[in-house]
């Protein structure tokens, strides 16, 4: 009988510790969703109401400025409209062209990075030097690249003059060269980004590996191609994946220097979007460009994703 009142005492301390436990671990997550509910009405509000409010209107016909009672639902109608909207199919080409920005930019970065981590004296000085562009006003560096592509008073084209070309493009003013020029400056600004990514990743890798391939007397394209390329593959996919995200988002280049044009030849999604919301006022249409915008980069992230296991190595 002792043994069995002493065992039942045990039983109750230690139910008694649990439900101390327990009161103690629910009020710490009270506290805890207290301090981070500012944060989760400001995220329900201004991130996801909008994205559910921006599915649902893409399938309605109503106006910005008439009140919800004007709402008609119209089924597809808005996309079926898209597939026959000039003006977006031109969008939807100028953002597939705008991606080739993506190689281009990690590949200049990846060559200035094995440049910078190995060959070059001041790597700091170069690292911000290069990073500057990314993190500055994409206001002011439209602005300054608008002075350089001034088609005749602009430093580039005088340059070009100087080598004998008689009529240098004119730039953001032609068609043909307007896009050209939005990727030249999109590229320069990202290159930075990637660029200290890259380092980062070279930086990563074991000395170890290099040593031994010199041993081996492996030259230094045996050893980028076999040991720093398949390394830093997990930095390639994440700078591919953040990198065609971005492609598709870009709109202050476009507001600053060309508004979409000349002759739409720059136009994009996300500006086409801004059109039909804030200056047509035409919420469901550029609902559901919204829409179609978000299943290009998902379906464009899904195949990245699924590839990804052919040629990253962790």
Not at 43 to 61: C, H
Request: glycine share 4%; aromatic share 16%.
């Amino acid at each position: 009988m002792a043994s069995k009142s002493f065992a039942t005492a045990e039983e109750l301390q230690e139910s008694t510790k649990t439900k101390r436990k327990s009161k103690i671990e629910k009020s710490e997550n009270f506290v805890g969703f207290l301090f981070v509910s500012p944060m989760l009405l400001g995220i329900s509000v201004i991130v996801l109401f909008p994205i559910v409010a921006t599915f649902i209107l893409a399938f309605a016909d109503w106006k910005f400025v008439t009140g919800i009672d004007q709402l008609q639902w119209v089924g597809l109608d808005n996309f079926i409209a898209l597939t026959s909207d000039e003006k977006f199919i031109k969008s939807v080409i100028n953002n597939a062209i705008f991606i080739f920005t993506v190689p281009i930019t990690m590949l200049c970065a990846l060559f200035l990075a094995v440049i910078i981590d190995k060959n070059v004296y001041l790597k700091s000085y170069f690292k911000v030097a290069f990073f500057m562009p990314y993190i500055s006003s994409v206001v002011a560096i439209a602005v300054v690249w608008q002075v350089l592509f001034h088609p005749s008073q602009g430093p580039i084209n005088q340059v070009l003059m100087t080598f004998g070309i008689e009529n240098p493009p004119t730039w953001i003013s032609d068609p043909n060269f307007a896009l050209i020029s939005l990727m030249i400056i999109h590229i320069w600004i990202s290159i930075g980004f990637s660029l200290i990514v890259y380092i980062a990743g070279l930086q990563s890798i074991p000395k170890e590996l290099y040593e031994a391939a010199d041993i081996d007397g492996a030259n230094s394209w045996y050893k980028f191609r076999n040991i720093t390329f398949p390394l830093i593959s997990p930095t390639s996919f994440f700078l591919l994946i953040t990198g065609i995200i971005a492609s598709f988002k870009v709109f202050d280049l476009i507001a600053v220097l060309t508004e979409g044009g000349p002759l739409n030849s720059t136009t994009m999604l996300v500006w086409h979007l801004y059109e039909r919301a804030f200056l047509d006022l035409d919420v469901g249409y550029a609902s559901a460009i919204a829409v179609v915008l978000f299943l290009f980069v998902f379906s464009i992230t899904i195949i990245q994703w699924i590839g990804q296991k052919k040629w990253v190595n962790y």
